[in-house]
């Protein structure tokens, strides 16, 4: 891609709370050459990284997922209970690493034998500064239906273990509705196969891609 300059002429903070919101006064090269006139954005600042883990039990052929209440689906008069896979954000100082298999235990009762990563990416570049990467996690699958999460934090978290071939079949069939558990599931769902008989042999040298 162009190697391209951009000047921000202001920055006013609008919001600050559990997160911050800023106007940005910004101008930009263009691909002719030129410079744009000054125009503004709002950002949405998350401030530290997300992660989120796909748990895979390949003994059992089994995909671990969670549901919890979410206000944004809320707010828009849809289903606040969402299906989805363990996420959170990195704590200072926290490999994203540590964060999967922290997250895995705290919202899923389970612990993490291997971990691949998926991918990284922007959820939404055009309004908010969230950066997110997906592994996927070897786990053994708990008790469906099992409530976990960190009162503190008022969570209240419900395992969900369904087979593979069922939550695959949940991802196309609409029941899946946010876009992280969406990116993992198209991932697990071309390489579920070949995924499953690695690591029923324990083969953690082989890279998956």
């Not at 101008?27 to 006139?37: L, N, S, V």
């Not at 549901?67 to 994203?96: C, H, N, Q, S, T």
């Not at 899946?176 to 071309?190: C, E, G, N, S, V």
Request: glycine share 8%; charged share 30%.
């Amino acid at each position: 891609m162009a190697d391209k300059k951009f000047e921000i002429v202001a920055r006013e903070a609008l919001f600050q709370g559990y997160f911050r919101m800023d106007r940005f006064h910004i101008r930009h090269e263009k691909f002719d050459g030129g410079w744009t006139d000054v125009f503004t954005r709002e950002v949405l600042d998350r401030g530290r990284r997300a992660v989120g883990v796909l748990l895979f039990d390949p003994q059992h052929d089994k995909i671990v997922l969670i549901e919890e209440f979410r206000a944004a689906p809320m707010a828009k008069g849809e289903d606040p209970w969402m299906l989805e896979l363990v996420a959170g954000i990195v704590e200072p100082g926290e490999k994203r690493e540590t964060t999967a298999r922290r997250e895995a235990l705290e919202e899923a009762g389970c612990d993490v034998a291997e971990l691949h990563k998926i991918i990284e990416y922007y959820s939404s570049p055009g309004c908010t500064s969230e950066h997110a990467t997906l592994y996927i996690g070897r786990t053994n699958a708990p008790e469906d239906g099992a409530v976990f999460g960190l009162p503190q934090e008022s969570e209240d978290i419900r395992v969900h273990v369904l087979d593979a071939t069922q939550a695959i079949g949940y991802l196309y069939s609409g029941k899946i509705r946010d876009a992280a558990t969406i990116i993992a599931m198209q991932w697990f769902a071309l390489r579920h196969t070949e995924l499953r008989s690695r690591w029923l042999v324990s083969d953690a040298s082989t890279p998956i891609i």
